[in-house]
């Protein structure tokens, strides 16, 4: 059968697993619609729209659409959600792309910031900027977990219309990922990496980049205590 052949990636099969039963989904920047085919041919939602801004995914979207026999999907061309209209849908699913990105889709859609709908995103990079866009526009983070794909930690969010108010650490580490598995690894990486660009702008003789490394400190101070946080949580 169709629906045994299609095996999601983990980071697509958790938001998969996160989308209601009997949902109307639209998938932001669908690419090859493998999760709202899988949706679709499992009879997890009873509608799917598949966007893409490019005419290039989309036609492989509708590729895929066809080879798995999937039924109640359409194939929409459109940037970010300018031609998804507000009673279409009830979750939206923006995967695959930067924080900065998924933010300035949401900013363009401001009818997203209802309590009607539920927003599954999983930003590829820059999540500690859209963690920070969400606490500040009236949406919450319901949930956060992380996936493992390919050797890289991915979080994902379950987000709606709330108020939320984050710390630095949370910002950078996670709003919601005190008791994951994942916590530790993903908090090492992020010290590691802002430790990097401090010692880069250390170098710099440019005021400028002194003062950045100031603030990214900063930011490793806060996600030390984070996982001081995660080790008392979690026994370790």
Known sequence: MAKRELELSPRLQLLADWVPRGARLVDVGTDHAYLPVWLAVNG???????????????????????????????????NGLAAIR???????SIAGMGGETIAAILEAAPWTKDA????????HT?????REWLANNGYAICREALVDDRNTLYPVMEVEK????????????????LRDPAGDRYLIQRIVRLQGAVAGANRSNVAAD?????QTREVITALLEMREEWRHANGT
């Open 44 to 78: 997890r939602v009873s509608f799917a729209i598949a966007s893409d801004l490019r005419k290039g995914p989309l036609e492989r979207a509708r590729e895929t659409g066809a080879r798995y026999g999937a039924e109640h999907v359409e194939y929409r061309l459109c």
């Open 86 to 92: 507000p009673e279409e849908v009830d979750t939206i």
């Open 116 to 123: 009607r709908y539920k927003l599954l995103l999983s930003p």
């Open 126 to 130: 820059k999540s500690e900027v859209l």
């Open 162 to 177: 709330g108020e939320m108010t984050l710390s630095l650490g949370q910002i950078w580490g996670g709003a919601k990922l």
């Open 210 to 214: 002194r003062e950045k490394a100031d």
